[in-house]
């Protein structure tokens, strides 16, 4: 069974930092790009980054760009999704998701195969 589990998220005031972690089982963790997500209140979910695990290139949504980091743990089959400077329109919940092949910066929600259950992340102001 193919499993993508994410945590991290908790509550952090504006400027503040977290790191999200998105583990996966059940699949070979070297095929599958993995891309983040996220769903605001009220608002559609849209995709923020994406690393492709083939050539470990990276994409980063304008709206994050410069404050996010992906990195990934061979070893753990992890993505950590690394938040600086957070800001309250960060708020939102986070979700990983895992991508046969490379991913691309349309973040095209039908391409990614599995999907995590999401982690809560609110910024104060």
């Known amino acids: 069974e193919v499993q993508l589990v994410e945590s991290g998220g908790g509550l952090v005031q504006a400027g503040g930092s977290l790191r999200l972690s998105c583990a996966a089982s059940?699949?070979?963790?070297?095929?599958?790009?993995i891309g983040w997500f996220r769903q605001a209140p009220g608002k559609e979910r849209e995709g923020i980054s994406c690393?492709?695990?083939?050539?470990?290139?990276?994409y980063y949504a304008d709206s994050v760009k410069g404050r996010f980091t992906l990195s990934n743990d061979n070893a753990k089959n992890t993505v950590y999704l690394q938040m600086n400077s957070l800001k309250p329109e960060d708020t939102a919940v986070y979700y990983c998701?895992?991508?046969?092949?490379?991913?691309?910066?349309?973040?095209?929600?039908?391409?990614?195969?599995?999907w995590g259950h999401g982690t809560q992340v609110t910024v104060s102001s």
């Open positions: 998701a895992g991508e046969w092949g490379p991913c691309s910066e349309n973040y095209y929600e039908s391409e990614y195969d599995y």
């Open positions: 690393i492709s695990r083939e050539d470990g290139s990276t």
């Open positions: 059940g699949l070979i963790f070297d095929d599958y790009a």
